[in-house]
């Protein structure tokens, strides 16, 4: 026998129609007959299966009234939607060790057909029995279930015709169940969903009050009952407040000793038709109207508790009937029931989840992941303002040695009481999360003042008591505010990092803000350096060409190499993009030896084209200092002729010689040697003695643009060109001018007896190939 509560209901179901355990009727038995003539069979049967039993209320060719449930073949088929045919029972094995195969009245062959009450629940069959074995074909049975659906028609109408009052009309009951789901379903509170089923089954059960609560249990496991609606009963002022305190949260039943309690802790119902002499009477609050039956239940889902009822004041009393009557109601109100505890369990279980992956266990901080939600919040929102965010980055100072010494729990102690403190002392609006060990951060709106980021240190270094331990701590602390620092999130909170470790560095226990202008240099000097083998290798890097024009004669006497790099995203970049981050590394040799063989290979190609000019190159600072300089100008120079050498003009920046002027002498000896020349640039902007016209061994002084630009307009300017002009003459050192741009200053630059000049005024460095071409066409004056 099964327990679930389909069979519950199909059960009430065969009770409400009072034919069990009736006389016979000549309606069914007329049928019966008329079965065992077609088929031709000893044995014609309407059985009804009741909870234990099988019990005919048509049978022909048996003795018997009834037999077990557990040895009847119809209770396998009302289990089936169909017929269900067993050509020889002998050799099932599912009913070969059968009594009634075995024994009297020794069944072989069995074909029954399910019947069903009008509610549709399946309460019996029509069945043919033989003693010896047949074999059928379904289809020769059509007859049968043609028969089997007058015998429904006969049920009916015998229930149709007969006295129900005991009964529950199916009609109600179902318009119950269609309205307890649809309220569950669309009230998200269950004891809103109560009020509506307690109010049907007062309707259902003509009760004068009663109550409905759900079944919980303590952490022992221990039952009680929640109260979730309770009839609106007119008691007097002393117990008003104690119905309204149950409308606001639900009443509370723990105690045994009474009727609730007792149908509480019961398996079955509970009936009380003589209440008044009842000893579980009990409990009642003073003023209660007069109870004189009740009626309590369970509400199941599957074989758990989760429910019950109480009626009371059914004017014909309560019968042990009423919960199977019930039964569908109540189910459908259990599965629902449930139904919303597994959401709420699955609502809670969620919400822990959520909070353990967003909210640090140990302080309720929010954590990394969560950090990062608000973090782009906060990043969202001061865009639509134009607003800021601070973005500080806490590490506490000490904790270690607290950990390491007094152990985690106390760790863990200071840790809990450093968070709640740092949430003191921000605004409401503002975030604070802990990532992890002793590391927090704050991201603050709107900052205005530093002493905001000074009353977060202040919260830190507050003295910490616990038990007999005092401690002392700080912070340091690292801030980067966007948009100043437009960057991500997570580069903010690297900035934020970099800015803390800064500031312990200079001492702790104090902030820093991240430095933003070295860090885009820094960050730029990163990308250079990445891009520049790549660069060279594919060939990215050209030499441009400016003339150096011979004042006097009025020709072009060469030109001055300046590096370029083509680069394929950014266009062609100016050496001032490149060049100061790639000195000191070596990569800056790697693009000098570059300059240095297609300078040389350029004085080759002119030589073959019978071209006069010299050639000028800058050379890079820690490349002529360092070691190798010598071995990349001899491999450069190796095997060309004196008089290409002679047209190799190396320029060094005049601030070189200030770094290492022992070495540089060497480097200009061993430059010597080899042939080429030497050209002292951008002279005057450095440490300029006459120390220098003696010492250094070069054959022409550059005169910065800067002092020859605005030589015109500045006489201090002009002094110091003149200046620079006889003393180079005194020394025997070759002049050049750089950045003439206009004819006046060119002028003015040959009568103070400047030798040779450049810059816009003649051209900007171009192309080698244009360069060639504009010299080849240069007329003075043009």
């Known amino acids: 026998m099964t327990s679930s509560w389909m069979e519950k209901r199909r059960l009430t179901a065969l009770k409400r129609l009072g034919i069990l355990d009736t006389a016979p009727e000549e309606r069914f038995d007329r049928l019966t007959n008329i079965v065992r003539r077609i088929y031709q069979v000893p044995i014609t049967l309407i059985s009804l299966i009741d909870d234990d039993r099988q019990w005919f209320k048509s049978s022909h060719g048996v003795d018997l009234a009834e037999t077990p449930r557990e040895h009847a073949f119809c209770d396998h088929t009302i289990r089936q939607d169909k017929m269900f045919i067993v050509e020889d029972a002998a050799n099932d094995v599912r009913f070969k060790d059968n009594p009634l195969v075995t024994g009297p009245p020794y069944v072989r062959f069995y074909a029954g057909m399910p019947i069903r009450e009008p509610s549709g629940f399946k309460i019996g069959s029509l069945c043919i029995i033989d003693r010896v074995p047949r074999r059928v074909q379904e289809m020769d049975l059509d007859l049968l279930r043609n028969i089997a659906s007058l015998v429904e028609d006969e049920i009916e109408r015998a229930y149709l015709t007969g006295d129900h009052k005991d009964f529950i009309e199916v009609s109600h009951l179902t318009r119950s169940i269609h309205r307890a789901q649809n309220i569950f379903l669309t009230h998200d509170s269950l004891d809103a969903s109560f009020e509506f089923v307690l109010n049907d089954l007062l309707a259902l059960t003509a009760s004068q009050f009663g109550f409905i609560g759900e079944i919980l249990h303590h952490s022992d496991n221990t039952p009680y009952l929640k109260v979730g609606a309770i009839t609106n009963i007119a008691w007097d002022p002393a117990t008003e407040a104690l119905y309204q305190q149950v409308r606001r949260r639900g009443m509370i039943f723990e105690q045994n000793n009474n009727l609730i309690g007792a149908a509480l802790n019961a398996d079955q119902a509970i009936i009380a038709n003589d209440f008044p002499t009842d000893p579980r009477r009990g409990g009642l609050p003073e003023g209660h109207p007069a109870i004189n039956s009740f009626f309590g239940a369970h509400i199941y889902a599957g074989s758990d508790k989760v429910g019950l009822i109480g009626l009371a004041n059914r004017a014909d009393g309560y019968s042990a009937s009423l919960e199977g009557e019930l039964e569908p109601l109540l189910q459908t109100v259990g599965q629902l029931i449930e139904r919303k505890r597994l959401y709420r369990e699955k609502t809670e279980h969620k919400q822990s989840l959520e909070r353990a992956a967003n909210y640090d266990s140990l302080t309720g901080l929010p954590n990394r992941r969560r950090l990062t939600e608000l973090f782009q919040q906060e990043i969202v929102e001061a865009d639509r303002r134009k607003g800021l965010v601070s973005v500080c980055f806490i590490d506490l100072d000490g904790f270690k040695e607290i950990n390491d010494r007094y152990g985690h729990s106390t760790g863990d102690d200071v840790l809990k009481e450093v968070a709640s403190r740092l949430k003191d002392s921000l605004r409401d609006h503002d975030v604070i999360a802990r990532l992890g060990g002793d590391e927090f951060v704050a991201i603050l709106r709107d900052v205005e003042s530093d002493t905001v980021y000074d009353r977060i240190l202040e919260a830190i270094r507050q003295p910490l008591s ?317």
Request: charged letters at 25%.
């Open 466 to 782: 616990f038990g007999k331990h005092n401690f002392q701590l700080s912070g340091s602390m690292g801030v980067t505010v966007y948009p100043d620092d437009k960057v991500d999130i997570d580069l903010l909170l690297r900035h934020a990092d970099q800015a803390m470790y800064a500031a312990k560095e200079s001492g702790k226990n104090q902030f820093r803000h991240f430095d933003l202008e070295s860090h885009v240099l820094r960050k730029e000097r990163d990308r250079v350096l990445e891009q520049t083998p790549g660069a060279l290798k594919e060939g990215q890097f050209e030499l441009y060409l400016q003339p150096k024009i011979n004042l006097g004669r009025q020709l072009v006497e060469g030109f001055e190499a300046l590096i370029r790099w083509n680069h394929p995203t950014e266009g062609l970049l100016p050496p001032g993009a490149f060049l100061p981050h790639l000195e000191y590394t070596e990569f800056g040799a790697d693009v000098g030896r570059f300059v240095l063989a297609d300078a040389v290979a350029m004085l080759d190609q002119w030589a073959l084209d019978g071209l006069p000019y010299s050639l000028s190159i800058n050379l890079s600072p820690s490349h002529f200092l360092s070691d190798r300089f010598m071995a990349d100008l001899e491999s450069a120079l190796a095997g060309k002729d004196p008089q290409l050498k002679s047209r190799l003009i190396l320029e060094i920046l005049e601030t070189t010689t200030l770094d290492n002027t022992e070495k540089v002498i060497a480097n200009l000896a061993g430059c010597k040697a080899l042939g080429v020349q030497i050209s002292l640039d951008d002279f005057g902007t450095g440490y300029s003695s006459l120390d220098y016209f003696r010492r250094l061994n070069v054959d022409e002084i550059k005169v910065d643009r800067s002092f020859v630009s605005e030589m015109l307009e500045s006489p201090d300017d002009e002094l110091i060109v003149g200046a620079i002009i006889g003393l180079s003459h005194n020394f025997g050192r070759r002049i050049v001018a750089e950045g003439i741009e206009t004819q006046a200053v060119q002028d003015r630059l040959m009568v103070m007896g400047c030798e040779i000049g450049q810059g816009f005024y003649y051209t900007r460095p171009i192309p080698r190939k244009e360069a060639l071409e504009w010299a080849a066409t240069f007329s003075p004056g043009d």
